[in-house]
């Protein structure tokens, strides 16, 4: 059985100069046929990820492998990886057939076996029959979808996407997420996307990288990350969140907003100082007698599935609610979670320690609490 990691990075470092590092002693492991997103804000470090795997430029320090091998100096054109850039880099005097047969014809193909690949890529992006069509002619979805198939006819291990579909418009946009997961999935290769997009994020990767100045700050599948954030930035980065301090009281209770509640968490030292995160879709609006918090409501806005509603509270913490339920700006009411909602952070854990500690919950779990 072929082994199921296709890239590795070990303490890859990457600077210029003497500035700070774009990237920071990053390791991690890519495995072969899934869909994986590096996550961040412009500068974070998440393009030079993607280019270091392509072989555009050198880590300053640590080792790239690409099936085993090593492959620091190995030059872009040796590297069975494609990238589909965020302008799609198409040529603009070349049709669509010659621009998915490009790279073909660069390896000398014959034209019987030209034709049948790209006919075959096209089909794979439902372009059959566009192949005459001029660049200038097709629409922004058209055009990734050349990009892609010219990515795909040359039947790379790895496809590279960075950010390819931040020109497209919102509707275009979601569109073109649905196509590009399910081509990753009838082609069953490695597909690697770089996006500063959350919602892009959790739709389509099998499993997510958050990175922040040059560090992976969390990894896991999208559930896991939104569920369980290991810091404020990831809990603030992966969708919106209310965040604010509190104090581990002892196994399953904690304290914040001056008052004690029950939660799920366990492991911390009495009376440590904790981060603890409750999403908007955790909180009820209901009565102030029935409700955990009581606030007061200071603004709404209709998002069209549900009402986003900004509450404080008397110690003027804001709480963000997602619900179906409409609230009136000025009135007072209770808000209620359940115990499960109540995510608690501990300040400066790593992603080991905090792996570690979620495999503690899971064998209280199996041998119950």
Same mark, same amino acid.
């Given at each position: 059985? %072929?082994? /199921?990691?296709? +890239? ?8 210029? &100069?003497?500035?700070?590092?774009? $990237? *920071? ?121 050349? %990009?892609? /198939?010219?990515? +795909? ?8 996407? &960075?950010?390819?579909?931040?020109? $497209? *418009? ?200």
């Amino acid at each position: 059985m %072929a082994n /199921a990691t296709i +890239i590795q990075f070990n303490n890859v470092t990457k600077q210029y &100069d003497n500035d700070p590092p774009v $990237l *920071d002693n990053v390791s991690f492991e890519i495995e072969r046929g899934k869909f994986y997103t590096l996550l961040g804000p412009s500068g974070c470090g998440k393009t030079t990820i993607l280019r270091l795997i392509a072989g555009f430029m050198e880590p300053s320090k640590g080792e790239i492998f690409f099936n085993g091998k090593k492959i620091n100096q190995i030059p872009a054109n040796k590297r069975q990886v494609n990238t589909v850039f965020q302008d799609y880099a198409l040529f603009p005097h070349l049709n669509v057939f010659e621009n998915v047969a490009f790279g073909l014809r660069i390896k000398k193909l014959k034209n019987a076996e030209i034709q049948a690949k790209v006919k075959e890529a096209l089909s794979f992006v439902n372009l059959s029959g566009y192949e005459n069509r001029e660049i200038r002619e097709m629409s922004g979805g058209q055009r990734q979808r050349v %990009a892609i /198939a010219r990515a +795909i006819v040359n039947e790379p291990e790895v496809i590279l996407l &960075d950010e390819p579909l931040s020109a $497209l *418009d919102l509707k275009l946009r979601t569109e073109m997420q649905y196509e590009l997961r399910e081509l990753q999935r009838r082609l069953g290769i490695t597909f690697i996307f770089v996006t500063h997009d959350q919602e892009e994020a959790l739709a389509m990767s099998d499993e997510i990288f958050v990175i922040n100045k040059g560090t992976i700050q969390q990894s896991g599948t999208p559930t896991d990350i939104y569920d369980e954030p290991i810091n404020r930035f990831v809990a603030d980065f992966i969708g919106e969140s209310n965040i604010v301090s509190g104090k581990m009281k002892k196994d399953y209770l904690v304290e914040f907003v001056g008052r004690e509640f029950d939660c799920v968490d366990m492991g911390f030292t009495p009376n440590e100082p904790v981060e603890i995160v409750i999403r908007p879709e955790d909180l009820e609006i209901t009565s102030l007698e029935r409700g955990k918090l009581q606030v007061k409501v200071d603004s709404q806005l209709f998002r069209g599935v549900h009402y986003e509603i900004s509450c404080y509270d008397k110690d003027g913490n804001e709480w963000l609610v997602h619900s179906t339920k409409k609230a009136n700006v000025g009135d007072q009411i209770g808000l209620y979670f359940d115990p499960e909602a109540i995510h608690v952070m501990r300040l400066g854990e790593t992603e080991e320690e905090f792996d570690r500690r979620l495999e503690t919950y899971a064998d209280v779990d199996r041998h119950g609490k």
